[in-house]
């Protein structure tokens, strides 16, 4: 399995932004599809946005498509997620994960591995 950690969260005003960061370690990072999730109190684990081994294909939910960016730097061994126009809805713990499957997935069950997550407010 693959260690990773999340970095980068913190209070916000709406319409601010934040980019997260997850360092990974272990097995090598390239041979992994990774994701971002988001989980609020009292709410389910909620896909936020994937990306493929290569970075060559991302994929967003709905409620992040046009504000979220996410990429990787396969030399650095590190996933980013670049928040922009940030709402208070978005307010959550925000963690990354590994997938064996080539693309990645917007689904928790298809991820082998997750970071500690980071906190992310959003005040209105």
């Known amino acids: 399995q693959v260690q990773l950690v999340e970095s980068g969260g913190g209070l916000v005003q709406a319409g601010g932004s934040l980019r997260l960061s997850c360092v990974a370690s272990?097995?090598?990072?390239?041979?992994?599809?990774m994701g971002w999730f988001k989980q609020a109190p009292g709410k389910e684990r909620e896909f936020v946005a994937r990306?493929?081994?290569?970075?060559?294909?991302?994929y967003y939910g709905d409620s992040v498509q046009g504000r979220f960016t996410i990429s990787r730097d396969n030399a650095k061994n590190t996933l980013y997620l670049q928040m922009n126009s940030l709402k208070p809805e978005d307010t959550a713990i925000y963690y990354c994960?590994?997938?064996?499957?080539?693309?990645?997935?917007?689904?928790?069950?298809?991820?082998?591995?997750w970071g500690q997550g980071t906190q992310v407010t959003v005040s209105s």
């Open positions: 990306i493929s081994w290569n970075g060559g294909s991302t």
């Open positions: 272990g097995r090598t990072f390239s041979s992994y599809a």
């Open positions: 994960a590994a997938s064996r499957r080539l693309f990645g997935s917007p689904q928790v069950f298809d991820y082998d591995s």
